[in-house]
């Protein structure tokens, strides 16, 4: 039995503090976009699906339609996405999630969170061949996540008041490159490394006794120590000293990095979006606002 369509959704994620920190075991803190959506609809068609292999949402459809016991599925897809690609935002993952859910959807068959948490790191493989299972893991949960790599997941509470400003760049991350990069300047790359996870456990801290201000001042120390990584780029450090010089409480680049959005920090509404509209002057190609 089937409907006449499948619907599924999901939400979009950032990184709060820890990228590139996170690799060598140190720390990570991510946080759910909940405004900033995919809508999967699953339609029917006159043709067979067929799997496009290098594709994650091709992958995500087939890894349900093989979990169901689907041969052959006459359906479509439509994706509609406030999730720019490769910008650190999870676009893959989210846009994973919701077409598992349009399936399951359309195909009138209940899907229980870990199930949907296996078949959408099974289609993450193909976006990013061995994925932490952070950027799932965010765009499935309602709660900030805390990763520790070879330790695990934990969830926790933000209730700040404040506001998150992302500003995107308009230009590709390149997480591999700029992983590569880090590795490249070996043990120079230490102390950097180690500063990002001290002041990912100082953000940590910071967040259960709402101290906005050590948060906005560890941001913008790890886009220092990013900076000096050799990740960053001129565009994302431009945002960055723009938002830090008008009212931001501090400012960073976010995810792989080398392109990609950076976040700002901003303790009321009208502020942020008076930064919004600014960064948006200031050469950046969209910029979203989240209450944290």
Same mark, same amino acid.
């Given at each position: 039995?089937?409907?006449?369509?499948?619907?599924?959704?999901?939400? +979009?994620?950032?990184?709060?503090?820890?990228?590139?920190?996170?690799?060598?075991?140190?720390?990570?803190?991510?946080?759910?976009?909940?405004?900033?959506?995919?809508?999967?609809?699953?339609?029917?068609?006159?043709?067979?699906?067929?799997?496009? !292999?290098?594709?994650? &949402?091709?992958?995500?459809?087939?890894?349900?339609?093989?979990?169901?016991?689907?041969?052959?599925?006459?359906?479509?897809?439509?994706?509609?996405?406030?999730?720019?690609?490769? /910008?650190?935002?999870?676009?893959?993952?989210?846009?994973?999630?919701?077409?598992?859910?349009?399936?399951? #959807?359309?195909?009138?068959? #209940?899907? #229980?969170?870990?199930? &949907?948490?296996?078949?959408?790191?099974?289609?993450?493989?193909?976006?990013?061949?061995?994925?932490?299972?952070? #950027?799932? $893991?965010?765009?499935?949960?309602? /709660?900030?996540? $805390?990763?520790?790599?070879?330790?695990?997941?934990?969830?926790?509470?933000?209730?700040?008041?404040?506001?998150?400003?992302?500003?995107?760049?308009?230009?590709?991350?390149?997480?591999?490159?700029?992983?590569?990069?880090? !590795?490249?300047?070996? /043990?120079?790359?230490?102390?950097?490394?180690?500063?990002?996870?001290?002041?990912?456990?100082?953000?940590?801290?910071?967040?259960?006794? *709402?101290?906005?201000?050590?948060?906005?001042?560890?941001?913008?120390?790890?886009?220092?120590?990013? *900076?000096?990584?050799?990740?960053?780029?001129?565009?994302?450090? $431009?945002?960055?000293?723009?938002?830090?010089?008008?009212?931001?409480?501090?400012?960073?680049?976010?995810?792989?990095?080398?392109?990609?959005?950076?976040?700002?920090?901003?303790?009321? *509404?009208?502020?942020?979006?008076?930064? +919004?509209?600014?960064?948006?002057?200031?050469?950046?190609?969209?910029?979203?606002?989240?209450?944290?």
């Amino acid at each position: 039995m089937t409907k006449k369509v499948g619907v599924g959704r999901a939400h +979009s994620k950032i990184i709060l503090i820890g990228e590139h920190a996170v690799v060598y075991g140190y720390p990570a803190l991510a946080l759910p976009l909940n405004n900033i959506e995919v809508t999967c609809r699953i339609l029917p068609s006159n043709h067979t699906w067929v799997l496009y !292999e290098e594709d994650t &949402l091709s992958m995500a459809v087939f890894a349900s339609l093989e979990f169901l016991g689907i041969q052959e599925a006459d359906i479509r897809c439509e994706i509609e996405s406030m999730v720019p690609e490769k /910008r650190g935002m999870g676009s893959s993952a989210a846009v994973s999630i919701a077409a598992i859910r349009a399936v399951f #959807d359309y195909y009138e068959q #209940d899907l #229980d969170k870990e199930t &949907l948490e296996i078949l959408a790191n099974r289609a993450e493989m193909i976006a990013h061949m061995n994925p932490s299972g952070l #950027d799932a $893991k965010t765009c499935l949960s309602d /709660r900030a996540i $805390k990763f520790i790599k070879n330790v695990g997941f934990s969830e926790f509470e933000t209730n700040l008041g404040a506001y998150l400003v992302i500003a995107d760049t308009g230009i590709y991350g390149h997480t591999r490159e700029a992983i590569q990069k880090v !590795e490249s300047i070996g /043990r120079r790359a230490l102390p950097h490394l180690h500063q990002l996870g001290k002041l990912t456990n100082e953000v940590e801290v910071a967040l259960k006794i *709402k101290d906005l201000e050590a948060i906005g001042m560890a941001m913008s120390e790890a886009h220092l120590s990013l *900076k000096s990584l050799g990740v960053s780029c001129s565009e994302a450090d $431009k945002l960055v000293s723009i938002a830090q010089a008008n009212g931001a409480l501090g400012a960073k680049m976010s995810g792989g990095g080398l392109g990609g959005c950076i976040i700002a920090l901003v303790a009321n *509404k009208e502020k942020a979006s008076w930064l +919004s509209q600014l960064l948006r002057e200031k050469g950046a190609v969209h910029t979203w606002i989240e209450s944290l």
